[in-house]
């Protein structure tokens, strides 16, 4: 069990605790509390920890205890996955570093190469960069990293997500193997593990796990829409009624954030959109004023809002559902943050059933789900996921099968206006025999509808039988219909139950060919009203 403390007992000096004392760090976060003394005793270190966990300080304080500001080379190198985390961290160094002579730069892609190449020939203590531009630079030789003391890895298993796992091992590969290396991640795929054993130094391992944290910080709700339409009037009411301080919107894509960006001005709200395709002034520009609250919105991409540390964020809101759990997480991660609180609304259609289902079986915990008017939603059905794969985000509807809700296969149940469908077609061969039965039990106005087609070929054979069971108002209909080939026979029997007004209608047509034969029976049942209605047509 980890126990409450202060920055001091971890070995942080008394000056550094002053600046954090200031900037609101009293209490450090058990990351923290894990990590610094390890990393202050020169350990390699691998920590496995969510965002929002104070990750950033963890790392950030033993390295700013040993920089020396006599040195005029680059010591630190800490290497980020997109440069939203890269100015973040950047920006947190220059908060710790007031008074001082450290001097921290930012290389990263959107910003010009060649300003960077002037700044990195002047004195530059820390460097924190995207793999990209970090490349760039030490093909072009206008950085050298044989200096670095102290190599940072945030956010790995983003940085191999992203496809820059490659990039990461050449500017491991061109560091001193002396220096100490800090490797962060939330998962530890093969790839981060590999790269660990081959450049490390028997490092130290911590797993601090934060699912309790995500949970009992963030109130998580799901609102059941049906699509974009009612998704956005949904939005629009929620966010009327919430009237948040701050929130952030996310979309699945960058043309999705765009759109809702759109409406959401029409509506009035003071939007903005953070995607990858703004340019880094205009990306720097939506953040600072959404840091000051001159938006009240942000609507945004994931990997745009990733590595996001803004004070103030109440409500986070996934317009689109995550596709899986660390998305999630690094979402409503964004508010909750430091002990506050704040809530988090997934918005689910039927379509994402099994996204949500993976969600809440990797939180380990169930999300309360409402419909758009706020009524709780009870007794949900739980959709079978498969375990190896995620589920497909547009589900086509399954041919040749009847459709099924609860209890027994074709069986509606006892309840009224239940309604059952059941259509099958034989090909195009010979000798086709094709088979449709279907059952609407014990219910007032149950319907069932039965549609057989036998194809193109000889002696095709179809049979269709329905049964409309004990109720009253009981409607059956059958239409069956033999193809172009010759001996083609076809065979309906329809009989309604005992109830009042069973109305019964069989439609059998013979198309087209010689020696067709068709039969049609029909029987009512004991009671009076039932209505017996055959046609039969030639073409």
Same mark, same amino acid.
């Given at each position: 069990?980890?126990?409450?403390?202060?920055?001091?007992?971890?070995?942080?000096?008394?000056?550094?605790?002053?600046?954090?004392?200031?900037?609101?760090?009293?209490?450090?976060?058990?990351?923290?509390?894990?990590?610094?003394?390890?990393?202050?005793?020169?350990?390699?270190?691998?920590?496995?920890?969510?965002?929002?966990?104070?990750?950033?300080?963890?790392?950030?304080?033993?390295?700013?205890?040993?920089?020396?500001?006599?040195?005029?080379?680059?010591?630190?190198?800490?290497?980020?996955?997109?440069?939203?985390?890269?100015?973040?961290?950047?920006?947190?160094?220059?908060?710790?570093?007031?008074?001082?002579?450290?001097?921290?730069?930012?290389?990263?892609?959107?910003?010009?190469?060649?300003?960077?190449?002037?700044?990195?020939?002047?004195?530059?203590?820390?460097?924190?960069?995207?793999?990209?531009?970090?490349?760039?630079?030490?093909?072009?030789?206008?950085?050298?990293?044989?200096?670095?003391?102290?190599?940072?890895?945030?956010?790995?298993?983003?940085?191999?997500?992203?496809?820059?796992?490659?990039?990461?091992?050449?500017?491991?590969?061109?560091?001193?193997?002396?220096?100490?290396?800090?490797?962060?991640?939330?998962?530890?795929?093969?790839?981060?593990?590999?790269?660990?054993?081959?450049?490390?130094?028997?490092?130290?391992?911590?797993?601090?796990?934060?699912?309790?944290?995500?949970?009992?910080?963030?109130?998580?709700?799901?609102?059941?829409?049906?699509?974009?339409?009612?998704?956005?009037?949904?939005?629009?009411?929620?966010?009327?009624?919430?009237?948040?301080?701050?929130?952030?919107?996310?979309?699945?894509?960058?043309?999705?954030?765009?759109?809702?960006?759109?409406?959401?001005?029409?509506?009035?709200?003071?939007?903005?959109?953070?995607?990858?395709?703004?340019?880094?002034?205009?990306?720097?520009?939506?953040?600072?004023?959404?840091?000051?609250?001159?938006?009240?919105?942000?609507?945004?991409?994931?990997?745009?809002?990733?590595?996001?540390?803004?004070?103030?964020?109440?409500?986070?809101?996934?317009?689109?559902?995550?596709?899986?759990?660390?998305?999630?997480?690094?979402?409503?991660?964004?508010?909750?943050?430091?002990?506050?609180?704040?809530?988090?609304?997934?918005?689910?259609?039927?379509?994402?059933?099994?996204?949500?289902?993976?969600?809440?079986?990797?939180?380990?915990?169930?999300?309360?789900?409402?419909?758009?008017?706020?009524?709780?939603?009870?007794?949900?059905?739980?959709?079978?996921?498969?375990?190896?794969?995620?589920?497909?985000?547009?589900?086509?509807?399954?041919?040749?099968?009847?459709?099924?809700?609860?209890?027994?296969?074709?069986?509606?149940?006892?309840?009224?206006?239940? %309604?059952? &469908?059941?259509?099958? *077609? $034989? /090909?195009?061969?010979?000798?086709?025999?094709?088979? =449709?039965? #279907?059952? +609407? @039990? !014990?219910?007032?106005?149950? %319907?069932? &509808?039965?549609?057989? *087609? $036998? /194809?193109?070929?000889?002696?095709?054979?179809?049979? =269709?039988? #329905?049964? +409309? @069971? !004990?109720?009253?108002?009981? %409607?059956?209909?059958?239409?069956? *219909? $033999? /193809?172009?080939?010759?001996?083609?026979?076809?065979? =309906?029997? #329809?009989?309604? @139950? !005992?109830?009042?007004?069973? %109305?019964?209608?069989?439609?059998? *047509? $013979?198309?087209?060919?010689?020696?067709?034969?068709?039969? =049609?029976? #029909?029987?009512? @049942? !004991?009671?009076?009203?039932?209505?017996?209605?055959?046609?039969?047509?030639?073409?």
């Amino acid at each position: 069990m980890i126990v409450k403390t202060d920055f001091l007992k971890l070995g942080i000096k008394p000056e550094m605790n002053d600046l954090l004392q200031k900037a609101g760090f009293t209490v450090p976060t058990p990351i923290q509390q894990q990590a610094i003394p390890l990393l202050l005793a020169g350990k390699d270190l691998i920590a496995q920890a969510q965002t929002g966990t104070g990750k950033t300080l963890a790392f950030l304080l033993p390295i700013l205890a040993a920089i020396d500001e006599k040195k005029h080379w680059v010591q630190a190198l800490i290497i980020a996955p997109t440069r939203e985390l890269v100015v973040q961290i950047a920006g947190e160094v220059k908060k710790l570093t007031q008074g001082t002579d450290v001097h921290v730069l930012t290389v990263c892609g959107g910003t010009d190469i060649e300003l960077q190449k002037k700044k990195l020939q002047q004195e530059v203590h820390i460097v924190v960069g995207t793999p990209g531009r970090l490349l760039d630079h030490l093909k072009r030789e206008t950085i050298r990293l044989s200096g670095i003391s102290k190599l940072v890895i945030d956010e790995a298993d983003q940085l191999l997500k992203l496809g820059f796992w490659e990039d990461v091992e050449q500017l491991v590969i061109n560091t001193s193997s002396k220096r100490q290396m800090m490797l962060f991640s939330a998962t530890i795929p093969e790839p981060v593990r590999s790269l660990a054993k081959l450049y490390m130094s028997n490092p130290s391992n911590l797993h601090v796990k934060t699912e309790r944290v995500t949970l009992d910080e963030i109130r998580q709700i799901a609102v059941r829409t049906k699509d974009d339409e009612v998704k956005l009037s949904t939005l629009h009411k929620m966010l009327s009624e919430y009237q948040p301080y701050l929130a952030i919107v996310f979309c699945i894509s960058k043309q999705r954030v765009s759109e809702l960006n759109t409406e959401l001005a029409k509506l009035g709200y003071a939007a903005d959109e953070l995607h990858g395709e703004l340019s880094q002034a205009k990306r720097q520009q939506v953040i600072r004023r959404f840091r000051q609250a001159k938006l009240q919105v942000l609507v945004a991409t994931d990997i745009a809002a990733r590595g996001l540390d803004i004070e103030g964020v109440t409500h986070i809101f996934n317009y689109d559902i995550p596709h899986d759990v660390e998305s999630y997480i690094h979402r409503i991660g964004r508010t909750g943050r430091a002990g506050e609180t704040g809530l988090a609304v997934t918005f689910v259609s039927s379509r994402d059933d099994g996204y949500l289902q993976m969600i809440e079986k990797g939180i380990k915990a169930e999300i309360a789900q409402q419909d758009a008017a706020g009524n709780p939603v009870r007794g949900r059905r739980k959709p079978m996921v498969s375990k190896t794969a995620a589920p497909k985000s547009k589900s086509a509807p399954e041919k040749n099968k009847p459709a099924k809700r609860s209890g027994k296969p074709d069986q509606s149940g006892t309840t009224g206006e239940r %309604k059952s &469908a059941a259509r099958n *077609s $034989a /090909g195009k061969g010979d000798g086709g025999k094709s088979t =449709v039965r #279907n059952s +609407v @039990g !014990k219910g007032d106005g149950g %319907k069932s &509808a039965a549609r057989n *087609s $036998a /194809g193109k070929g000889d002696g095709g054979k179809s049979t =269709v039988r #329905n049964s +409309v @069971g !004990k109720g009253d108002g009981g %409607k059956s209909t059958v239409r069956n *219909s $033999a /193809g172009k080939g010759d001996g083609g026979k076809s065979t =309906v029997r #329809n009989s309604a @139950g !005992k109830g009042d007004g069973g %109305k019964s209608t069989v439609r059998n *047509s $013979a198309d087209k060919a010689g020696a067709r034969k068709s039969a =049609v029976r #029909n029987s009512a @049942g !004991k009671d009076g009203g039932n209505r017996y209605s055959p046609t039969n047509r030639k073409k």
